[in-house]
């Protein structure tokens, strides 16, 4: 793929929506481009987190361990982002990420997810946004849980 189609990738990426192009096109050359089959695994749980991920296309599994094996929590969809608790945390992966069928990831290296962040600093709201959000749905989960629901 040509770096103008990583770029209008990246674009679409509401994380990455008030990053200039040039800046994009930087991140898409310094970034590896890496594809996965339906069940390959980007990353597990306790891992050491040292990039993220952005969906390109395709869909993967959000797995955690419970005492009766994995469990899904949730989908990564096309234009999201995965693995970059991890990074901001500096904590070990919380979650193992599965392709649920074939995938394309941009995986974006810990320092220059970080350097990205230091200069686009609406990029961590956008952040701080999607992990509310995921937290909100967690909460309302264990609610329902915990209420006898599901």
Request: proline share 3%; net charge negative; aromatic share 4%.
């Amino acid at each position: 793929m040509l770096l103008k189609d990583e770029v209008g990738m990246l674009r679409r990426v509401p994380l990455f929506a008030g990053v200039e192009p040039s800046k994009l096109k930087l991140l898409a050359f310094t970034s590896d481009r890496v594809s996965y089959n339906a069940g390959q695994t980007l990353f597990n749980q306790g891992d050491e987190g040292d990039a993220a991920y952005v969906i390109l296309s395709g869909k993967a599994d959000i797995l955690v361990d419970s005492a009766a094996g994995p469990i899904k929590v949730a989908e990564a969809e096309p234009n999201s982002i995965v693995g970059e608790i991890a990074i901001l945390c500096d904590v070990s992966r919380t979650a193992t990420v599965r392709a649920s069928g074939q995938l394309e990831t941009l995986r974006i290296r810990k320092e220059d997810f970080l350097r990205l962040l230091k200069e686009f600093p609406e990029m961590t709201v956008e952040i701080l946004r999607v992990l509310a959000d995921r937290l909100s749905h967690t909460t309302a989960d264990l609610i329902d849980a915990r209420s006898g629901g599901h």
